[in-house]
């Protein structure tokens, strides 16, 4: 298919920078169209075909975030590759929003040209690539059509062939069957025996046995068929269900062809039968999957959420490290659960992972049992690891190289039971008040794993005990009256 040149729209408010803009890009041959803003953008959009829009995020009246949106919103836009532009310095949760406005990348200012024209080539070729496997699509289709006008024609021959038998057999999954119009008899063949569950020794082969196999949803579907048959319809395929003799449910497509004498009467059908029941299964569960994907992706979504919301701080640049703390928690745990495809995540692996920016100092052991966590209870426990050694980094044994960090836990009547122990740090003062990292600490641990989480203020350094059921109705134990909760932060700054 001939090389055909394709349209890369670049929008900014700079002439300055779309100049630059073009005179990088001039080297890929595509046509380049420039917008000074997103208005005129739009208007572009609804005339030509682009096929990657590249962005500056910061423009007046319509921003490039809001531009992706109304772009996304459009059903005819929505494949379109997006590709933002900033000089600004762009954090994790300005990469999210653009992600989520539909964003593909992002190329930060200054602009490396190799760089930039790399990312464009890619989806310019991909945008071409997907627009000839469209036209190859069709002409595919085309050809399909003109196949099965053929193949209907000849379906009354081609199903007599023994070949076809033979490799009806072969295959395992698939059967073969004929009817005599004049007499009413049945032949089946090994294959379709086998589909239904019976044997030839004994099954008495009529309509009638054959009708009490198919699923009562699809026996009257079947019996108007028939009745089709006598009324001048010569072939057909369709989905059905049987229910074999042991109750088992299996799918099935059947494809049947009738032979007419001179008159037009039905005077023979043959037909195909093939067990299609791992492919709806594989159906059914490539279905669950996507629901259960698009769940964790909302609670992933939902954490994410909180966190922004919920994260306090006195300033900018501390909000912003606080939040990004969180989020890489919460990544790292993901990575944990996505290698054992979100079957769970190692206890163990969850402690080094959360533990390993400060494992390096030899101030840290860790071990215990042996146990697999559910991924809710996962993600909720990185959380709370986090908050934990942020503080001890901050104020605790991890802010002195004199500091040990001991933590351990173990199983017992389906409990995690998870002690923290730092000594050799600062002089540790008991708070007077409970502060965020103690407050979300809890939270997490408390309402939304059922569990319990106590702090001791030693002197000597911070004892936190926490106590996880792994299990519904698996109650933690009352926390003991010698833990006094309060708030990390607050007392590391008295012990400061």
């Given at each position: 298919m001939e ?15 779309l ?8 080297e ?16 572009i ?51 999210l ?6 964003a593909?990348d ?13 990312k ?19 002409e ?96 057909y ?11 088992e ?20 059908v ?10 709806k299964?594989a ?34 640049q ?5 939040v ?24 163990s ?19 215990g ?40 836990w ?15 740090g ?6 007077t ?10 939270a997490?641990?408390?309402s ?24 519904p ?24």
């Amino acid at each position: 298919m001939e090389h055909q040149k394709v349209n890369i729209l670049l929008v900014d408010d700079q002439p300055a920078k779309l100049l630059a803009y073009e005179v990088i890009l001039k080297e890929l041959g595509e046509t380049l169209v420039v917008a000074t803003s997103g208005r005129e953008a739009l208007e572009i959009l609804l005339k030509n075909e682009i096929a990657v829009i590249l962005v500056d995020v910061c423009m007046p009246e319509l921003d490039g975030f809001e531009l992706a949106q109304m772009i996304r919103e459009h059903p005819r836009f929505q494949k379109i590759a997006i590709i933002f532009i900033s000089a600004v310095q762009v954090s994790d949760f300005d990469r999210l929003r653009g992600y989520e406005m539909g964003a593909v990348d992002y190329v930060p200012v200054p602009v490396v040209p190799e760089v930039l024209r790399a990312k464009i080539k890619v989806f310019t070729e991909l945008y071409r690539k997907t627009r000839e496997l469209e036209h190859l699509n069709l002409e595919l289709e085309d050809r399909v059509r003109a196949r099965t006008a053929e193949l209907e024609r000849s379906t009354a021959k081609l199903v007599e062939s023994e070949q076809r038998r033979s490799m009806a057999i072969a295959a395992g999954r698939m059967g073969s069957w004929d009817w005599d119009g004049v007499n009413g008899d049945w032949m089946w063949d090994e294959g379709q025996y086998r589909i239904f569950g019976v044997s030839p020794q004994s099954f008495e082969l009529n309509g009638v046995n054959i009708m009490a196999l198919l699923h009562p949803d699809d026996a009257e579907r079947a019996r108007r068929l028939v009745t089709e048959f006598g009324r001048g319809i010569t072939s057909y395929e369709a989905e059905f269900r049987i229910v074999r003799p042991d109750g088992e449910e299996r799918w099935c497509v059947g494809t049947a062809a009738a032979t007419t004498d001179k008159a037009g009467r039905v005077v023979r059908v043959s037909g195909v039968t093939i067990d299609i029941t791992e492919r709806k299964r594989a159906e059914e569960r490539q279905n669950l999957l996507t629901r259960e994907v698009d769940h964790r992706a909302k609670n992933a979504l939902t954490l994410a959420q909180s966190i922004v919301r919920l994260t306090k701080a006195d300033s900018v640049q501390t909000y912003v490290s606080a939040v990004e703390g969180r989020i890489s928690a919460l990544a790292r745990v993901h990575t944990i659960l996505s290698l054992s495809s979100w079957q769970g995540a190692e206890m163990s692996r969850l402690v080094s992972e959360e533990l390993a920016p400060y494992a390096s100092s030899g101030q840290i052991a860790f071990g215990g049992a042996e146990l697999q966590l559910e991924p809710a209870t996962a993600q909720t426990l990185a959380l709370a690891l986090h908050e934990l050694v942020t503080n001890s980094a901050k104020y605790g044994a991890l802010s002195v190289r004199s500091g040990h960090l001991s933590v351990t836990w173990s199983v017992e009547h389906d409990r995690l039971d998870l002690t923290w122990i730092e000594t050799g740090g600062p002089l540790v003062r008991v708070p007077t008040s409970r502060g965020f990292g103690t407050r979300s600490l809890m939270a997490s641990v408390e309402s939304q794993l059922g569990g319990r989480a106590s702090f001791d203020w030693r002197p000597e350094g911070l004892v936190c005990h926490l106590v996880v059921p792994l299990r519904p109705g698996a109650t933690p134990p009352e926390v003991t009256s010698s833990f006094v909760e309060a708030a990390p932060n607050e007392a590391r700054r008295a012990a400061g």
